[in-house]
């Protein structure tokens, strides 16, 4: 499983988590949308996951691109959208369900009291001010009638919060995160990627441009260049020449272009300019098929490789964090083995 903690790239995660009261009875007529929100899509431990926990932050996810598909599409891209949010539920779910079992359980009712009157806490003070900035609500009522468009509310927001942070908890009590790495280990992973420290050469470098598209003929084009070479020999800064004369992409920022890599422009003549040209010299009247251009090299660097005092640091980052992963994984099959799991995705016959 894919772990992830989403405390909303959407907003947070819609929808009740474990321990949650049921919903409240509707005496009318249930919609559409509370039908399809009933559907029980998944069980961990003895603990039901209703489509409902997720499917809020999939109508939202989609919203913006609804109108633009056919029916039948918008529904497959939802229960696509559902599955894959599905593994993150359920990795929360059996993490919360985890910690329950970790609490002695003469004291469970009481220690869970203290936790959630701590969470709930923070979720109305460091939460909810988040959110109302976020969907731009002017109060908590507001964002909860928000909420309750796609199916969600205020109040399932501050139990999915719950299982967020307990989930985190076990994640930092039962994951070793900060391990010793030692020098002869990043040396190693320095040697062992070696091509990911190289870099190609490189320059900083201006241009001044006369497009073909601007001018009425090539020779009105050459005119216009040949004179913005000329002011610049004459003394005027390039920069302002640019800013009033040229017509290239950066014109506007005196016709200063930051560090390009050698192959990374459309033009090969440019580019061969500028990795032969002497740094610093006006080049000739250069022609591609936009325009013509003069172009000057501020500084150029040649293709090398980082040394390895200068990458150590980031080194020993990219080993804890792969560190972490693997335990991280260790953990979660760990738990995942311990707790049944069963989704309606593992039924072949469903659609």
Not at 28 to 51: C, H
Not at 242 to 267: F, N
């Amino acid at each position: 499983m894919v772990w992830s903690f989403p405390l909303r790239a959407q907003g947070p995660p819609l929808g009740p988590a474990a321990g949650a009261p049921p919903r409240a009875a509707s005496l009318s007529t249930p919609t559409a949308q509370e039908v399809e929100d009933a559907e029980i899509v998944a069980v961990v431990g003895e603990t039901p996951i209703l489509a409902g926990e997720i499917l809020p932050q999939v109508r939202e996810i989609l919203e913006p691109s609804r109108s633009q598909m056919p029916p039948e599409e918008y529904e497959r891209q939802k229960r696509k959208l559902l599955e894959r949010l599905l593994k993150q539920r359920i990795q929360l779910r059996m993490l919360y369900q985890a910690f329950i079992k970790s609490l002695p359980e003469e004291k469970r009712d009481e220690i869970l009291k203290k936790v959630y009157s701590q969470l709930d806490k923070k979720f109305y003070d460091e939460q909810v001010p988040d959110l109302l900035k976020k969907s731009k609500a002017k109060s908590a009522a507001e964002l909860d009638q928000m909420l309750r468009r796609f199916g969600s509310s205020l109040e399932q927001q501050k139990l999915d919060f719950r299982e967020q942070t307990v989930a985190r908890m076990m994640v930092q009590q039962n994951v070793k995160r900060d391990e010793e790495i030692t020098h002869e280990e990043l040396l190693d992973y320095y040697h062992e990627h070696l091509s990911d420290y190289e870099y190609p050469a490189r320059v900083r470098w201006e241009r001044l441009t006369a497009r073909f598209d601007k001018f009425p003929d090539k020779a009105a084009a050459d005119r216009a260049i040949v004179e913005m070479g000329n002011l610049v020999l004459r003394g005027v800064p390039f920069a302002e020449v640019a800013k009033r004369y040229s017509q290239g992409s950066h014109a506007d920022e005196g016709g200063y272009h930051d560090w390009t890599t050698k192959g990374a422009l459309v033009s090969k003549v440019l580019d061969e300019a500028l990795f032969s040209l002497p740094v610093g010299r006006l080049s000739q009247i250069l022609e591609d098929e936009q325009g013509f251009h003069i172009v000057r090299v501020i500084e150029r660097q040649p293709a090398g490789r980082r040394p390895f005092e200068e990458v150590q640091d980031e080194i020993r980052k990219k080993i804890r964090k792969e560190r972490f992963q693997k335990n991280l994984d260790a953990y979660l099959k760990k738990v995942e083995r311990e707790t049944y799991i069963w989704t309606v995705f593992d039924d072949p016959d469903n659609p």
